[in-house]
């Protein structure tokens, strides 16, 4: 079974410049998840979908990150412009869901963004 | 905002020694799980524990948890130096649907 893909798997931007990250989820998992993970700390969601549905977005700074699912499957995380506090690791998950609670997230190898 | 807050930040063991790692969180849940990370990239599920149960084991692994006390711990038996990583607990609070929220890590060294 192929894993959770995500590209690319690092980039180097400078201050105010744009960025974009793209995973493609587990065939047929519902629910995709963004984490940004900064250094030393655990992962903070940043948006999650079920299929091509916004569930939570509260943590998303929505002044300069944007991210869409179309078609319920792949998706694309977007910084416009960067901060030098968005340099971090952005981490796609998926899960089979959309109605289970007790469901284990299956992570890709992550992005890591340094802004300059 | 973190649910979870993992205590110790970081553990150095000798291998073939026991690791107990813990996690307090601070709202009602549905389950638990533990994560590990290697190298700062992606995480791997370990295992998942549900509010009504107190104890769960996977291999070398034993999990526990204490509603009433908001906890849980990790505790890996005969360590293995390929069990260096970093270890995360993750909280699904109730509520409409699943939101798995992680905590703080803990990050484990197992020196050969």
């Known amino acids: 079974e192929a894993g959770v893909a995500q590209s690319p798997r690092y980039k180097i931007i400078e201050k105010r410049q744009s960025v974009a990250f793209w995973c493609n989820p587990i065939s047929g998992h519902a629910t995709l998840y963004w984490y940004q993970q900064i250094l030393g700390q655990g992962p903070k969601l940043l948006i999650q979908f079920q299929n091509n549905g916004v569930v939570d977005d509260s943590q998303l700074p929505k002044d300069r990150f944007s991210a869409e699912r179309l078609k319920g499957v792949d998706s694309t995380l977007k910084i416009q412009p960067a901060k030098l506090e968005d340099s971090a690791v952005y981490l796609c998950?998926?899960?089979?869901?959309?109605?289970?609670?007790?469901?284990?997230?299956?992570f890709g190898s992550g992005t890591q963004l340094s802004v300059l | 905002s973190q649910q979870g807050e993992e205590d110790p930040q970081a553990l150095s063991i000798q291998e073939g020694e026991n690791a107990t790692m813990n996690c307090s969180y601070k709202?009602?849940?549905?389950?638990l799980q533990w994560y590990r990370q290697n190298s700062g990239r992606g995480l791997v599920h370990l295992i998942l524990?549900?509010?009504?149960?107190r104890e769960k084991h996977s291999g070398r692994l034993r999990v526990t948890l204490d509603t009433s006390k908001k906890s849980s711990s990790l505790l890996i038996t005969a360590s293995r130096a390929a069990d260096t990583a970093s270890y995360f607990c993750a909280t699904d609070a109730t509520g409409g649907y699943q939101k798995v929220t992680f905590g703080t890590g803990t990050k484990l060294q197992v020196i050969p």
């Open positions: 709202t009602s849940i549905n389950n």
């Open positions: 998950a998926s899960s089979t869901g959309p109605q289970g609670r007790e469901e284990k997230l299956f």
């Open positions: 524990i549900r509010s009504n149960e």
